[in-house]
Structure formats: structure tokens, C-alpha cells
């Protein structure tokens, strides 16, 4: 299997983590794996870890990575696509030419994405697909729905995302949902240790909320420091971290942030099934994550978390404040947490992933 994806570790994000997964799992159940991904690193693991550079233009960096395709994917028998658009388009038309098996994983709306970084789209995604904009975002939508359309399968990580792509003219029974894992073998310390290992300024028995996400605008991150700040009037001990908003951290030192963490907060406002959230809920830190996209999936609010409106100052100030001041039953939120969290194994996510392959 070739997998081609945007991302790849130290970058992080579900496609990144996921390609990881697949390459340190799949090879144990009789597969041979190649990645291949943008970077500004150079970065190889016995051969297996191809980078085209993000420093070379638009264009060429995209015919570049479709000659890679070529190359890597004439001796595979499947190319596994995690993007539909600046991945999707360049392997689409290599395994049309290789006739190769074309799987694609749809994480999100990518045309959406774009159209609200670049070219002004205001919406979120539900209100998005009903709508028309400008040249730029028909023109996305136009490719990562030719993409599909050509998929021999198209896998996504949720139901709220099977229902997007759905909606984007495609046939249900092409769409198949495989609910990510996750894998905190790392995580062997406890909250006291972490926070020791990490150096926190202060008291060690500070109050930190942690976030961990993509700098893009719809994380919500600007909206969640200004309730932090507005918190520290009632909890002076109170920090709030975010995770991948100003520089690259290891895996090693997302998981040390986790333990230490009295809350995870997720204000976005939109997500397809964010792995974050099944991180932290394997961690046993709370979650506060907002009623949006496929976290409703994750998080029956009241049960094993809470769940708020997006970009709601007050909603949020106050479920942050319930948790760190007990008035809900932290403990079995955590503990109905670690039990439905059970269900999301690499066990599990491979073999399906390996029943769609043969």
C-alpha cells in the first residue's frame, strides 16, 4: 500500500497520526507500506517515508508529488489517499494511469476549509453545502467530488462525515465508516509526574486547561484564551496551553500536556472526529468539546463530558468552571469515558480497514 497523505509526524493532526498508525500497524498483518507526504524535513524510516517539499511553488510541488505517486505506486496494489484535493487530485490521476485500487479517506470538507481560510466563505460546514460561492471554492468542490466519484472506496472517520460526502452526489454504500483509534501506550506516569517533567512555572497544583489543534480560525482558540482570561479574575492559578497553535511539539510531550491537564477544551466549529478528544478522554482528563460535527458522537454531554455552543463566552466560562470546581462528577465522567473509549482500538480500525481491502 501507498499512502499519500499532506501530513506526516512531527506535523500534527488526524491525517498525520492516522498515516503513523497505519504504517507501524498494517506491515504486522501482511502488508508492506510506503508513505509518502509535504514536508520542510527530511525524514526517512528504512526506506519507507518519501517527502516532496513544501518550498517548492504551487503547481509544481503538486505535478512533483503526482510523479511520486507514479513512482511508488507501480508496485502497490493500493493507493490510500488521505486528502482529496492537494493529495487527492495528483494520486487519483497516477492510479487512473497505474489502474491501481484508489481508496480515499475524507476528513473533512476540504473546499470548506479552504474557502473559509482564503476566500472568504463565512459559513460553517452544515450551512456551507446548501450554498454557492465564487470561482475558487466551485472549482474545489468540483475536484475533491471528482476524486470521490472515482474512489473505489471512500472511508470516513464518522457518520456526520459520511452524511457531508453523501450530500456531495455520491453513493452511500461506497461510503464506509471506520471510527479512528487511539493509542496511549505512551502514557505511563501519572498527573504529579507530568507536571514535574514538564516544568510548570508555579504551584504544581495550578489549574491548566489544554488545547491541542491546527492554527486555523475555526478552532476557536483566540475565543477560549479570552475566557481563560477572563477566568483568572475568580481562579488566579488558572493557565491555559494550546498545543500546535505556535510551534511543533513531540507526541512525547502532547501526552506529558494531556496527564497534566485538570481539563481538556475543544471550541470548535467543526470536526469530523477529532482524535484529540479520544486522547484525552483515554488520558482521563475531562472534555469540554463543542456540540458541532462528529463530537456528539463522542460526547454525551452530562454523561462523559460536556458539550457547548461554538465561540459561546459564557457557556463555555461556565462548563470549564464546573469542571474545575466539581460541580459535575468529574470522576465518572472520566471513568464512562475510559469505558466507551475501549471500543476505539488499532485492533479494531485495522481489521475493519483490512475487511474494506480485501
Known amino acids: 500500500m501507498l499512502i499519500a497523505t499532506g501530513i506526516f509526524p512531527p506535523d500534527i ?3 498525520a497520526t492516522y498515516s503513523k498508525l497505519l504504517l507501524n500497524n498494517l506491515p504486522r498483518r501482511g502488508f508492506e507500506v510506503k ?25 509544481l510541488r503538486h505535478f512533483i508529488y503526482f510523479l511520486k505517486v507514479l513512482h511508488y505506486g507501480l508496485g502497490a496494489d493500493f493507493i490510500f489517499v488521505q486528502d482529496p484535493v492537494s493529495v487527492g487530485l495528483p494520486a487519483m490521476l497516477a492510479a487512473k494511469i497505474l ?19 482564503r476566500f472568504g466563505v463565512k459559513d460553517l460546514p452544515d450551512d456551507f453545502q446548501n450554498k454557492n460561492y465564487g470561482f475558487f471554492v466551485k472549482a474545489l468542490r468540483f475536484i475533491q467530488k471528482r476524486v470521490c466519484k472515482n474512489a473505489d472506496c471512500i472511508i470516513t472517520p464518522s457518520f456526520y462525515l459520511k452524511k457531508i460526502v453523501s450530500g456531495w452526489g455520491i453513493e452511500e454504500n461506497k461510503i464506509k465508516v471506520i471510527y479512528n483509534a487511539v493509542d496511549i501506550s505512551e502514557i505511563n506516569f501519572t498527573k504529579e509526574e507530568a507536571r514535574r517533567k514538564l516544568m510548570y ?10 488545547s491541542i489543534g491546527r492554527d486555523v480560525p475555526w478552532k476557536g482558540f483566540s475565543r477560549l484564551a479570552a475566557v481563560c482570561d477572563e477566568l483568572k479574575k475568580e481562579i488566579p492559578d488558572l493557565k491555559l496551553i494550546i498545543i500546535g497553535k505556535d510551534k511543533k511539539i513531540p507526541r512525547e510531550a502532547v501526552f506529558l500536556n494531556l496527564k497534566a491537564a485538570d481539563a481538556f477544551v475543544l471550541n470548535t466549529g467543526y470536526e469530523g472526529l477529532s482524535h484529540q478528544i479520544l486522547e484525552a478522554m483515554a488520558a482521563g482528563v475531562p472534555v469540554i468539546a463543542t456540540n458541532v460535527g462528529g463530537n456528539p458522537e463522542l460526547i454525551k454531554s452530562g454523561q462523559n463530558g460536556l458539550l457547548v455552543k461554538y465561540n459561546d463566552r459564557e457557556e463555555l466560562k461556565e462548563a470549564i468552571k464546573k469542571v474545575l470546581f466539581n460541580k459535575v462528577d468529574v470522576a465518572d465522567f472520566v471513568k464512562k469515558s475510559q469505558d466507551f473509549i475501549k ?15 480485501e
Do not use: C, H
Not at 512555572?201 to 489544554?210: C, E, M, Q, S, T
Not at 471500543?343 to 481491502?357: A, R, V
Open 201 to 210: 512555572p508555579g504551584n504544581i497544583d495550578d489549574k491548566i486547561i489544554l
Open 13 to 15: 493532526g488526524g491525517p
Open 35 to 59: 508513505i509518502l507526504a509535504y514536508g520542510d524535513f527530511l525524514q526517512r524510516q528504512s526506506g519507507k517515508i518519501f517527502i516532496v517539499s513544501k518550498k517548492w511553488p504551487k503547481g
Open 99 to 117: 489502474r491501481k485500487k484508489f481508496i480515499v479517506k475524507i476528513v473533512g470538507d476540504y473546499a470548506w476549509e479552504q474557502g473559509f481560510q
Open 343 to 357: 471500543f476505539f482500538t488499532e485492533e479494531k480500525m485495522i481489521s475493519e480497514l483490512i475487511k474494506i481491502l
